[in-house]
């Protein structure tokens, strides 16, 4: 097909009165022709398109993860607001959002492909109105039971789906030489709603006199409202976006998919988890600090190092990134234990902030990694390598957020049989010289199959 035809066949289509020869009509808005691979298309008129569907979906994302992160600061203020749970219950409330979101990140995979990406945009901002407005009304009836607070918690799960949809969405973009920085700056987007609500909402919830929790869910409806309206006007849907459920099943069957899936957990579960634990940690390890005053400052560092991740491994390979970072998360875990050992807070600040940047780089350079692997092992097909890429992606963003439960239930668990977080802390760093072994022995190992490739 000739540049020209192309650039044709990229003009959208309203519902059923697209032009063009369409198998039945479809609502939203459609690009049927999609080649970010050819040189010509893209500088021609596929940048522009990219990059104007980038934008809404990484202000989505960031409202995702801003509310699923919600209960992350909020648990912090519960008793000075009435509430009278325990420790425990505490961390539990911080952890069911995560628990809720992992799961919920496989179907959200498979919206892009059934709806269209901006069409499933739209919804699931829309669906952050449940857990804002929830936890809004809740916020304000001490006396509410653990079991139905902790349902209106995992509610919050929603926004943790809209990351596997929007990475998904965005992978069919943008051409193989661009897709690391790309995804990784989709994804920084979506993280920074971590720090973002970590240091907006104990500033929201004290304005004027007194504590007003329920302004923690009040304040981002107008965003949602915005997010899906920005989404509506500006976003296209992918035809070439048709990553199915036996896609999947087929990257489900390839050992690299649960490869890369074990070490996102390392990556990002570690940033997730750590990002969802670290105020209730400084707030029972450092009563006399207020977390929300160095809170937010984890999730900040490890959000903004991603898209770098993604860059070096584009110039050296995400296996190298990764390997490296895994040795610096586990400097700062040792550093992080010998700082709560000598009761020192800044200490146990600086390695925690050390922990967030090497895993935002390892969280860019895993993710990068999927493509490369994908077009070395399928390079019979390129276009079966790029859709059931998009579907690790999605597999992949599912398994390793599980780490954002399993996290700050270890440390919860090692507060109440130890009284202390390192026991968990030695659990986190045995893990991560597992994860450095097995990505060393299947992508960097001398005589390894992909050793060869710059994966």
């Known amino acids: 097909m000739t540049l020209e035809a192309r650039q044709a066949a990229v003009a959208t289509r309203e519902g059923s009165g697209a032009v063009g020869t369409v198998e039945a009509p479809r609502r939203g808005r459609w690009i049927d022709v999609w080649d970010p691979e050819d040189s010509g298309f893209w500088a021609a008129k596929g940048r522009a398109v990219a990059q104007r569907n980038l934008w809404p979906s990484i202000f989505a994302e960031f409202l995702g993860f801003s509310v699923w992160q919600l209960w992350s600061i909020v648990v912090v203020s519960m008793p000075k607001a009435g509430f009278t749970y325990s420790t425990d219950q505490l961390f539990w409330l911080v952890a069911l959002p995560s628990l809720v979101g992992a799961t919920l990140r496989l179907p959200y995979t498979f919206a892009v492909p059934r709806f269209g990406g901006r069409n499933w945009t739209v919804c699931s901002a829309l669906l952050l109105l449940i857990p804002t407005l929830g936890l809004s009304y809740f916020m304000t009836q001490p006396d509410t039971p653990f079991w139905l607070m902790a349902l209106v918690a995992a509610t919050a799960g929603v926004g943790g789906g809209n990351f596997a949809s929007s990475m998904t969405n965005i992978s069919f973009f943008f051409p193989e030489k661009e897709k690391g920085f790309a995804l990784g700056v989709n994804a920084a987007g979506g993280n920074l709603g971590v720090a973002v609500v970590q240091l907006l909402v104990p500033i929201v919830i004290v304005a004027g006199a007194g504590l007003t929790l329920n302004r923690s869910g009040l304040m981002w409806l107008p965003l949602i409202a915005l997010a899906a309206v920005w989404a509506w006007k500006a976003m296209a849907n992918l035809s070439v976006a048709n990553s199915s ?203 390894g199959p992909l050793s060869r490739e710059r994966v």
């Open 245 to 447: 459920f036996r896609t999947s099943v087929a990257a489900a069957k390839r050992p690299h998919t649960w490869v890369i899936s074990f070490l996102y957990i390392g990556t990002f579960g570690s940033f997730i988890g750590f990002g969802a634990a670290f105020p209730l940690l400084i707030k029972t390890t450092f009563p006399d600090v207020t977390p929300a005053h160095y809170a937010f400052l984890g999730a900040l560092v490890g959000s903004v190092s991603r898209p770098f991740g993604g860059r070096l491994a584009d110039r050296v390979g995400g296996a190298w990134v990764t390997v490296c970072s895994f040795v610096v998360m586990g400097l700062g875990i040792g550093s992080a234990i010998v700082a709560l050992k000598a009761e020192s807070f800044p200490a146990f600040l600086i390695s925690f902030l050390v922990l967030f940047v090497a895993s935002g780089v390892a969280n860019g350079s895993t993710y990068r990694m999927i493509p490369a692997v994908f077009r070395l092992t399928t390079a019979d097909d390129p276009g079966r390598a790029r859709r059931e890429a998009a579907a690790c992606i999605g597999i992949a963003s599912a398994v390793g957020a599980y780490g954002g439960f399993l996290v700050p239930r270890g440390f919860a668990m090692s507060t109440s049989h130890f009284g202390s977080l390192i026991p968990a802390l030695y659990v986190f760093c045995g893990f991560y010289v597992l994860c450095l072994a097995v990505t060393y022995f299947c992508y960097l190992r001398k005589g």
